[in-house]
């Protein structure tokens, strides 16, 4: 069986607004560039451009490749996306995002609900003040939800994830600039 869920609502983010933003990448080059020019260098003195979209097109492939390295299990089989990235115009509300199928066993997801049903009931994901959760609270999104937290992020965590997604995606490739004269 498949499910589909945003990958906002795994504990693995596309965040390009504070996580996956290149500002390391940025202050490496800057000081790479003062060292070469022997002199401070700020931000301002450079004109820079960002390919933001191939980057976390970038992630997304490789977010893809992780968890189906990282979280398969007897009841997460595989995982795959088209890789379509969604992207906010404004990060008040949410962040990058994609679609994502998982291919779930059912009756092993549902077995796993049942023997730790008194933790999903009080854990499980669902609508409160500032919060709708579209789905219904006992639909296989929500299992699979509680799933991804209570198991696959013990396996795999978001710290980890993290390293890998930088250590795989080369962030200073999506990146050119050039020093201007103040």
């Known amino acids: 069986m498949n499910i589909n869920l945003e990958s906002l609502y795994t504990p693995y983010t596309l965040d390009g607004y504070q996580t996956f933003d290149l500002e390391r990448e940025t202050d490496m080059l800057i000081e790479d560039e003062c060292e070469k020019a022997g002199e401070e260098l700020e931000y301002d003195d450079f004109d820079w451009h960002y390919n933001f979209k191939n980057y976390l097109e970038a992630l997304a492939k490789n977010y893809i490749k992780l968890l189906n390295q990282e979280i398969l299990d007897d009841i997460i089989l595989s995982v795959k996306s088209d890789c379509a990235v969604i992207s906010p115009s404004y990060y008040n509300y949410t962040t990058d995002k994609i679609y994502v199928d998982f291919e779930i066993n059912k009756k092993k997801l549902d ?72």
């Open 111 to 182: 077995k796993f609900i049942e023997e730790n049903f008194k933790d999903y009931e009080k854990d499980r994901i669902k609508s409160n003040d500032g919060f709708i959760w579209l789905a219904d609270e006992d639909d296989d999104e929500t299992k699979l939800e509680y799933y991804l937290r209570k198991v696959s992020e013990k396996k795999y965590s978001r710290e980890n994830y993290m390293m890998d997604q930088m250590d795989g995606v080369d962030g200073y490739e999506y990146i050119t600039y050039k020093l201007i004269k103040k």
